[in-house]
């Protein structure tokens, strides 16, 4: 199911490996990431922001430190409530 097409009323939760690192420059993206982001952005970094930025979704370990490690692995988890709804 494409996110847009989700209940506006639901709040959405995206988690997985994204293999991204966002950084923590905010310019142009301070509506997306929080203070919390580390590490240099990469190409993976930049369409993460891009496509939480297109959905109105938040990078939840930028605003907070709540990735997970599993299986060896980070995962970030990206949350959304659309502003406004």
């Excluded at 997306?32 to 370990?61: F, I, P, Q, Y």
């Excluded at 430190?65 to 709804?85: M, T, Y």
Aim: net charge negative; charged share 25%.
């Amino acid at each position: 199911m494409p996110l847009d097409a989700a209940p506006s009323h639901d709040v959405k939760i995206l988690m997985g490996d994204f293999n991204a690192q966002i950084g923590p420059d905010r310019t142009g993206f301070k509506n997306v990431m929080g203070k919390e982001a580390m590490g240099r952005c990469t190409d993976n970094g930049e369409r993460l922001l891009s496509m939480c930025s297109s959905n109105e979704l938040k990078v939840g370990g930028s605003i907070m430190d709540c990735a997970v490690e599993v299986d060896g692995s980070l995962v970030n988890v990206v949350i959304g409530a659309r502003v406004g709804e």
